[in-house]
T-cell receptor, first 114, second 110 residues
């Protein structure tokens, strides 16, 4: 298995543009997490899903952020419109069960908003 | 509310020196605690979890419920230990919510 796959690896965009980050979890994993990494705040949990259903989105910073998981093998995190303060590394992670098991991370998507 | 605090952004030690990466948490129940590590150009990965009570790569961590701490320790640091370390907490409410601290960069100098 190639592990959790994220795309794009790097994205540079201008303020106001829409950004879509993609994630493919490990096959068989039922839970998927989106985190944002910044120097100041470390790893912040944005939202997580179990069996494709959002469980907790209280970490989503604003209405500009949205996430979907249309099926067990794909999730998106969308920012519309993007702002410079959204610049960060966004990680997707999955594990086979919501309550147990190791969390496996993707390589991250580095977003720069100019 | 769940909260994890890592007070040090950067910890710099010489090879062979003892290492202690601090982690304090806030949670009203009985949490599960973890340490994750991110080596240069590698993915974030699990290092150890408190329920396993194991030593990985010479690192250990003991959950101190009285002090609400889960510090990561190693008696003799190696250069290959240089990495970013994150402490993480999952609450006992079984929501599955896993939150992380701000991270500490460990720099082991030769």
């Amino acid at each position: 298995d190639a592990g959790v796959i994220q795309s794009p690896r790097h994205e540079v965009t201008e303020m106001g543009q829409e950004v879509t980050l993609r994630c493919k979890p490990i096959s068989g994993h039922n839970s998927l997490f989106w985190y944002r990494q910044t120097m100041m705040r470390g790893l912040e949990l944005l939202i997580y899903f179990n069996n494709n259903v959002p469980i907790d989105d209280s970490g989503m910073p604003e209405d500009r952020f949205s996430a979907k998981m249309p099926n067990a093998s794909f999730s998106t995190l969308k920012i519309q419109p993007s702002e410079p303060r959204d610049s960060a590394v966004y990680f997707c992670a999955s594990r086979w069960d919501l309550h147990t098991g190791e969390l496996f991370f993707g390589e991250g998507s580095r977003l720069t908003v100019l | 509310a769940q909260r994890v605090t890592q007070p040090e952004k950067l910890l710099s030690v010489f090879k062979g020196a003892p290492v202690e990466l601090k982690c304090n948490y806030s949670y009203s129940g009985s949490p599960e605690l973890f340490w994750y590590v991110q080596y240069s150009r590698q993915r974030l990965q699990l290092l150890l979890r408190h329920i396993s009570r194991e030593s990985i790569k010479g690192f250990t961590a003991d959950l101190n419920k009285g002090e609400t701490s889960f510090h990561l320790k190693k008696p003799f640091a190696q250069e290959e230990d240089s990495a970013m370390y994150y402490c993480a907490l999952m609450g006992s409410s079984n929501t599955g919510k896993l939150i992380f601290g701000q991270g500490t960069t460990l720099q082991v100098k030769p």
